[in-house]
């Protein structure tokens, strides 16, 4: 009830993107029944991601044999027809590039989904499988998913915007919380109900707690000074920070209370506060904008 809950609230204030993966809910993820029901398929859009299936060899991976059936098997936990965007999750190094993409433009052609994208892959790899769709009048990717926040900035500022100009890949991003660091809630060390605490997190603890993470946290601290001010949370700025970014299309977020989801959504209010000073001024307490190849030359 709560999943369902909260995808009617965030369906109502305008958002209409709800990305999932065949791995989120150990493979048992569904969207909530009100949303396929009661709305407008055309009214929203589906995203999922293809890469850990099952335990089997054979079960993840961006094999074709793995594409296929793995999105064949989340489209029917999801009861679905089809998925706007099916994502394919780059941890995998054996699949030749020439099989991706053969295999996205098969289910694209099948009608299983309309568009396909990328996630955690490189510049390079994204050119790559662009010059491979092109070579063989294959179906080019359309969107990259990357982690993107204050202290992650150099692919979504400057490696996609180039891609996005060149073949119009656009970018769609991940944490911009990064896993909870920006809240402040490890700013007096982990405690023991987040998810730093957690099994299989145990490098978010060793990052929160290395120099370079108490130097972030030191940060945040400031940034939660620069809310203040600005009379919104710290949780609000990060997002809107991220949405304010060009080339960026939409930002994901994980929410788990109608609280918390609600303050998220406060951030589309804040986005009107992003002044090129308000920029500067995180900028400067930052003191990690990247620069493009263009202003290096300069």
């Not at 092109?134 to 979504?156: G, T, W």
């Amino acid at each position: 009830m709560t999943a369902e809950n909260l995808m009617t609230i965030a369906y109502e204030n305008g958002v209409n993107l709800f990305d999932t993966a065949e791995v989120y809910a150990s493979g048992r993820s569904t969207l909530p029944f009100r949303l396929v029901s009661l709305s407008r398929r055309s009214s929203y859009v589906i995203t999922t991601k293809i890469y850990w299936g099952g335990q089997a060899e054979t079960e993840r991976g961006l094999s074709r044999k793995h594409i296929i059936e793995g999105l064949r098997g989340s489209l029917s936990r999801l009861q679905l027809e089809y998925v706007d965007i099916v994502f394919a999750n780059r941890n995998d190094v054996n699949s030749p590039m020439e099989e991706i993409v053969r295999a996205m433009t098969f289910v694209i052609n099948q009608g299983m989904a309309m568009y396909w994208g990328t996630s955690r892959w490189s510049a390079m790899e994204i050119m790559e499988a662009y010059s491979v769709a092109r070579q063989f009048n294959l179906i080019p990717p359309v969107c990259e998913q990357a982690e993107y926040h204050y202290f992650q900035r150099d692919k979504v500022e400057v490696q996609l915007p180039e891609l996005y100009h060149k073949i119009g890949v656009g970018a769609m991003t991940w944490s911009p919380l990064a896993c909870g660091l920006i809240t402040g809630k490890y700013s007096e060390g982990v405690p023991d109900c987040s998810r730093a605490a957690m099994k299989g997190y145990q490098w978010l603890k060793e990052r929160v707690n290395s120099e370079e993470g108490h130097r972030q946290l030191a940060k945040i601290k400031e940034l939660h000074l620069l809310a203040d001010r600005m009379g919104c949370t710290a949780a609000q700025l990060a997002i809107a920070w991220c949405l304010r970014s060009e080339g960026v299309s939409s930002v994901l977020l994980g929410v788990s209370t109608t609280e918390q989801l609600v303050e998220n959504l406060g951030a589309l209010r804040v986005l009107t506060q992003m002044t090129p000073q308000t920029i500067g001024e995180i900028d400067t307490l930052l003191g990690n904008k990247p620069h493009s190849k263009k202003e290096a030359r300069a």
